[in-house]
Structure formats: structure tokens, C-alpha cells
């Protein structure tokens, strides 16, 4: 590549974090000595396949020459530079030098690069209703066309407050925890948890935190920092950040308004109320057998 891509990908580059472990330049120009790197090598593809492998690197920027290298170091190659003759219409595509032109790169260099990392795990939501478990009522068609088993999920959910009846704390500064165990039909308070409020975010005082609530499914709070908040989607628990004061008893409500499966009961019950009151006024709009 010459002096004036080397420039421009390095300086992308270091801005997103990603290492030039090698830069092999056809000819020394004065603008080599201002690349973010300890070291340029003028040389040829020679040098570049040697020092790439010795770098053991995860992706060539070169042109059509340095195809061969890369189908050798079973590694992508974004072409760039001249020439490029395997493929049709680089040359009409914007790498550097404007918004578009940047954006493009990265979109390249993350389609190159995505086989290479490994996948990450499908997230299966909690709320996630089982079919498996949803029975047909034993009336058969009524208001509510699917009934739930007889023993109802139940979370225990954990809320940051300094009063125990409203959500108004920071998760890392509350003083206390009410925990309630929630299930579709009602809620009912399990204990407080009680913490010497203190500053900072010590991990000896996240610990003791994370042990408390280690039998919640979610913890409610005005705010949360996100290294802790990993730390408690990593032992299980969700974070739900609630951003202004509210009434425990009221954040209840909503979450058993909003239970899986309630919403879709409930939108069931509109349809067969729909149907019954339609086929009431078609019946009275019906002429009707007068036996005598």
C-alpha cells in the first residue's frame, strides 16, 4: 500500500482499537514517520507474508496481489489500493476521507471478520412463554380460549428503596432492599435486606450486594453503573433501571399487568367478547321460527 493509505487506515484504526501489527511500505516517504506504530518496513510482498505470519495476524489490507498470501494464512483481505482485478467495482467504493467512506470500512471489515469470532450464544428470554405447558380450558371454548397450569410461575423481585414503600434509590448507594415474590395472581413481601450506605463501588460492597439478592429474578433501581450491572446479569439477575420515584406497590401492578401470557389472555378475551356480542346482533337481525 502506498504512503497515503497507510496514513489514512492507521489513523482509522487506532481510533477503534484495532493493532497495525505490520506495515510494509513500497518506498520511504516522509509522512511514514507521523503512522501511530513503532515500526515501517519498506519492502515487497515477500516481507509482508514473512513478518504476517510471524505477527500471526487476522487480516491483510493489500491489493489483488496479496490474494494468494491471504488464501495461504486462511485469512480475509480487504483490497485496497491498485490493483484490484478479482473483483468488480472497488474501484468505485469510498474507504477514507468522509463519514460514508469510514463507515463503509468498518462495515467491511466487520463482514470480513465475522466468521472468524466465535458466535455468541442464542439469549433465551426468561419472559419467554412455554407452549408446551399451556393446556386447553376443560370448558372448551370460552372467554378464556387457554388456561395455565394451576401452579403459577413466581419471580422474586428486589427493589432499591430507603423507605420500603417507593423505588428511590441508586442500586451501589441504597441502604435497603424489599424483596417480593410476584406471581400473576399476587405479591407479598419476603424481607428487607439492610446495608451500611457508603460511596464508591468497592467490590467487597457489590459482593455482599450480589449475595443478597441471589434468589431474584430482577432488581428495580433509579440507576445502576454498567460494570456492576454486568456483574449481575452474570449471576442471573435482570437490572431494570427505573428512572424516577415510583411506589413499590404500583411497579408491582405493572409487572403482573404485564405478565407473559397476560397480555395475550387478555387480548383473547377481546376477540371472543368481539365474536359473542356479533353473533348476539346477528341472531336479532335473523328472521325467527314462530312454531304455533
Known sequence: MEADHLTAFSALFETVNIKSAVIIAPSNQPQLATLPVDKVQIGDLQDLQEQAMQE??????????????????????????????????????????????????????????????????????????????????PGGQSMDEFAFPKTPYKWNIAFASNDQRHLNEHFGSCPQFAIYSVSVQSSKHLRTVDFIASEGHNQQKINARLSALQDCFAVYCLACGNPVRQQLMA????????????????????????????????????????????????????EWDVEN
Not at 395475550?264 to 378475551?269: C, E, F, K, M, T
Open 56 to 137: 500471526d495476524v487476522d487480516l491483510l489490507l493489500s491489493n489483488s496481489h496479496a490474494v494468494s498470501i491471504a488464501k495461504k494464512m486462511a485469512i480475509p483481505l480487504l483490497r485496497i489500493g491498485i490493483p484490484v482485478h478479482d473483483q468488480f467495482g472497488c474501484f468505485a467504493k469510498s474507504f477514507i476521507g468522509f463519514y460514508q467512506g469510514i463507515r463503509n470500512t468498518l462495515f467491511e471489515l466487520a463482514n470480513l471478520l465475522r466468521h472468524e469470532v466465535h458466535s455468541i450464544p442464542v439469549y433465551h428470554s426468561p419472559l419467554k412463554q412455554d407452549l408446551t405447558q399451556i393446556q386447553k380450558h
Open 235 to 286: 449471576n442471573g439477575i435482570r437490572v431494570v433501571i427505573h428512572p424516577q420515584d415510583e411506589l413499590i406497590a404500583d411497579l408491582l401492578t405493572q409487572i403482573q399487568d404485564n405478565w407473559p401470557g397476560e397480555i395475550a389472555l387478555r387480548q383473547q378475551r377481546q376477540v371472543n367478547k368481539k365474536q359473542d356480542s356479533d353473533y348476539f346482533e346477528k341472531l336479532a337481525d335473523s
